[in-house]
């Protein structure tokens, strides 16, 4: 988009490449002397440039909710690519600050507020995915996420929400039925637990009744079209996941296993992690992270695709020459709830067990 010449600094937003709603945030028209120091700040843009979840009007403060992203440093300014696409009917606020360089001219905070209205036919919510995405699905899989369009009203899930057997007839106990739902903090992403009891080898349920899956079978997640959104408008139509259940996968994560594809030195290209098995989608985007040698955390964006079993992490600023580490926390699963600890399905460990647990692993690359 064309950019008016001027000697002031002003926040835009811009459009993103093909997408219908604008996908980045622009701060330009910086002085030489604040883009040098810019270009050395690294992980302070976070706190000069921030974007946040906002009402109309509201002050200015660290209350507000954060949008997530990263950070690229261009000739005269700056732009913040948040990591999932802006959201209609949403309003944000952007607000640039580069008082913690010296820059005492700037005596405000320049701040730039804006929204994307819903145009009046797209108001329905919908199912925009279901993880895992793959349409074949390990026996002792642990859990779905649902995520919608809209933010989403509690006490509707135990009736529109059921696992259809071969004969597309509800199966019977195999959700397990949380005394609160599962959403997160936005209210458009849904957890939904199969059976933990039937999971596990020797518990009750699972003697009693066995898996909650059949390897061979073919099932249904249904999302019904009465589940509701905030303002109370039903999904535009229902939801199905068909899948077929493969073999049941009880080994825990053996991290060496992973292939890393480094990137070119001196580029912004992605560092890929290649896994043999598809690993948990939420849990992806918070339990890896990169490192430089001297431990300062590298800031940038992570794509997760090919059905959750490979992880893109596009960087903030080109790759520099040296030493990097993969992190990665011991928390992290697969789709069966096998961790980098134990499989989901393991006998009860002894305290001694405990301390190599807390562990984080780590996979060490070099860039010449």
């Known amino acids: 988009m064309n950019v008016e010449v001027t000697n002031q600094p002003s926040l835009i937003v811009e459009a993103g490449p093909g997408q219908p709603i604008p996908g980045s945030v622009r701060v330009y028209g910086l002085d030489p002397d604040l883009m040098f120091s810019l270009g050395k700040a690294g992980g302070l843009l976070q706190s000069i440039l921030r974007v946040a979840v906002v009402a109309t009007g509201a002050p200015i403060g660290d209350g507000l909710p ?80 649902v995520c919608f369009s809209n933010p989403m009203r509690r006490g509707r899930v135990e009736t529109e929400i059921s696992l259809l057997g071969p004969d597309r007839e509800p199966a019977p106990d195999v959700l397990y039925r949380a005394p609160v739902e599962l959403w997160d903090r936005n209210m458009q992403c849904l957890t939904i637990l199969l059976d933990p009891g039937r999971l596990k080898r020797g518990v009750g349920p699972n003697r009693e009744l066995g898996p909650p899956l059949k390897t061979g079978q073919e099932y249904t997640l249904a999302i019904g079209s009465e589940i509701l959104d905030l303002s109370g408008r039903p999904l535009r139509e229902a939801f199905y996941k068909r899948f077929r259940v493969t073999q049941a996968i009880r080994e825990h994560l053996v991290v060496e296993q992973w292939q890393v594809v480094p990137p070119e030195t001196k580029s912004r290209q992605s560092l890929v992690l290649i896994f043999p098995r598809p690993l948990d989608w939420a849990l992806l985007s918070q339990t890896i992270t990169i490192v430089s040698a001297g431990e300062q955390s590298i800031e940038g964006r992570i794509v997760i695709d090919q059905c959750e079993r490979r992880w893109s992490f596009t960087p903030t600023c080109s790759w520099a020459p040296g030493y990097y ?21 393991r006998p009860l460990r002894s305290g001694r067990d405990l301390p190599y647990e807390v562990a984080n692993r780590s996979i060490s690359f070099q860039l010449a």
């Open 66 to 145: 954060d949008v997530f992203g990263g950070y690229e440093v261009l000739e005269d300014g700056v732009r913040f690519i948040p990591h999932f696409p802006f959201e209609w009917g949403v309003s944000y606020r952007a607000s640039f600050d580069p008082r913690p360089f010296g820059r005492s001219e700037f005596s405000e905070v320049l701040t730039l507020e804006f929204s994307f209205p819903r145009k009046q036919d797209s108001l329905l919510p919908e199912v925009k995915g279901i993880f895992p995405s793959s349409d074949t699905l390990p026996e002792n899989l642990l859990r779905f996420y």
């Open 325 to 345: 580490h993969v992190r990665v926390a011991s928390s992290l699963e697969d789709v069966c709830g096998n961790s980098v600890i134990a499989p989901f399905d």
